[in-house]
């Protein structure tokens, strides 16, 4: 039986990083994974600029303060003012540029000015670079602005923008075909036969792997029948770069999937010190990738999460394969040692991490609930206040 680790490491050595591409506009990168590196065009500020509104004061720090400073020009965010001669002012607006022969900028709730002037309040000492951003202070020109294999978020790509990139090079979309199998699933909204369950396995695995910036295909219910799940196979890899399908691939089952496979391609079964799950099969058919999940739901969940998703994210170019691994402390008590290594669902509360509902591998309420998954190597039991591993769903 093979440890989580091992694996890992063994699905990570099949993945192949995509090298098909695309330019987007910013407004379109949402989410995708950078193809190239991008480095800032321009300064930010381009100029030295006023933090606050007030006034800019051209003032000498080995001079006594002057009870009144003229106010020599207004400047508006946008405009560019002209030098200021020793102990004037100017008014200035946030985002300005401040004046050449500028020292400091003085908030106007701390300062007085009419016709006669500009005043200090009492106590108000102003010193040198108060509230002035200097050029290139946020970001210095062609600093790096966004690293190949980073995902794009709302932060980067306004990063992006203050640095003058209008499109960002990204990987295309991994194509990915999800196949169903199992006489006894049958669609909801649908009469539930004897004997037969409803199919939460299809919906979840489109749900996750959209999450992952997959361009998903449904590829619904294959009949059990051999030519049937040959066709569908063959089908999913001609359109696909991954396919996965749930159920059936297990060491010892008679299984459709596993025979057309072996026809089709190659097929690797298994076996995997993990709880909940255990079965994961890898494969290839011509140009695609092949993995078959565990068929219980919440087996089908965890393996995704610890295991799928890391070689999904390197199929999709990026360099983070997972969320951050947190160390936390435990808010309860698992005195049960398993030889697997265990999954636990866990939520996150003020106390510490939480289980949440059942955690026998078909109890699938308990998903619902949590933010993520405790992990519990074998031997190991866990009390309240041990730090443990806590891998969260999402980063």
């Known amino acids: 039986m093979l440890t989580v680790s091992e694996a890992l490491d063994r699905l990570l050595t099949a993945a192949r990083p995509s090298t098909a591409t695309q330019t987007l506009p910013l407004a379109q990168a949402h989410g995708r994974i950078a193809a190239a590196e991008y480095r800032a065009s321009v300064d930010v500020p381009a100029l030295d600029n006023s933090a606050m509104d007030g006034y800019a004061l051209a003032l000498p720090f080995d001079a006594p303060l002057p009870d009144v400073f003229p106010v020599a020009q207004r400047i508006a965010a946008g405009q560019v003012g002209s030098a200021l001669a020793p102990l004037t002012a100017a008014r200035i607006f946030t985002g300005a540029p401040v004046p050449n022969g500028a020292t400091c900028v003085v908030m106007q709730e701390d300062c007085d000015a009419?016709?006669?002037?500009?005043?200090?309040?009492?106590?108000?000492?102003?010193?040198?670079?108060?509230?002035?951003?200097?050029?290139?202070?946020?970001?210095?020109?062609?600093?790096?602005?966004?690293?190949?294999?980073?995902?794009?978020?709302?932060?980067?790509?306004?990063?992006?923008?203050?640095?003058?990139?209008?499109?960002?090079?990204?990987?295309?979309?991994?194509?990915?075909?999800?196949?169903?199998?199992?006489?006894?699933?049958?669609?909801?909204?649908?009469?539930?036969?004897?004997?037969?369950?409803?199919?939460?396995?299809?919906?979840?695995?489109?749900?996750?792997?959209?999450?992952?910036?997959?361009?998903?295909?449904?590829?619904?219910?294959?009949?059990?029948?051999?030519?049937?799940?040959?066709?569908?196979?063959?089908?999913?890899?001609?359109?696909?770069?991954?396919?996965?399908?749930?159920?059936?691939?297990?060491v010892g089952e008679e299984d459709h999937v596993k025979a057309a496979l072996q026809a089709l391609g190659t097929l690797d079964l298994w076996k995997v010190a993990i709880k909940p799950g255990k079965p994961l099969a890898l494969g290839r058919i011509g140009k695609a990738d092949f993995v078959g999940l565990p068929g219980n739901p919440v087996s089908a969940y965890v393996t995704l999460q610890v295991l799928v998703r890391p070689f999904l994210r390197k199929r999709m170019g990026a360099h983070q394969l997972a969320p951050t691994v947190w160390p936390l402390p435990a808010a309860f008590d698992w005195p049960r040692p398993d030889k697997r290594q265990e999954y636990l669902r866990a939520a996150l509360t003020p106390a510490g991490l939480q289980l949440v509902g059942q955690q026998g591998s078909a109890m699938i309420s308990g998903l619902a609930g949590a933010h993520g998954l405790v992990e519990v190597p074998p031997g190991q039991v866990i009390q309240p206040g041990d730090t443990v591993r806590f891998l969260p769903f999402t980063s």
């Open 114 to 250: 009419d016709e006669h002037g500009l005043r200090l309040k009492p106590g108000i000492t102003p010193h040198p670079d108060q509230h002035i951003r200097r050029r290139g202070e946020d970001i210095a020109q062609n600093s790096v602005l966004l690293q190949s294999g980073e995902q794009l978020d709302a932060a980067r790509i306004a990063l992006l923008a203050a640095g003058g990139i209008a499109e960002v090079a990204v990987h295309a979309p991994l194509r990915v075909t999800l196949l169903s199998t199992g006489d006894e699933l049958a669609e909801p909204g649908t009469p539930l036969p004897p004997g037969g369950v409803y199919n939460s396995n299809r919906p979840m695995l489109l749900a996750m792997l959209q999450a992952l910036g997959c361009e998903v295909i449904d590829g619904g219910m294959v009949p059990d029948r051999r030519d049937a799940t040959e066709a569908a196979l063959l089908a999913a890899a001609q359109q696909s770069d991954v396919v996965i399908s749930t159920g059936g691939v297990s």
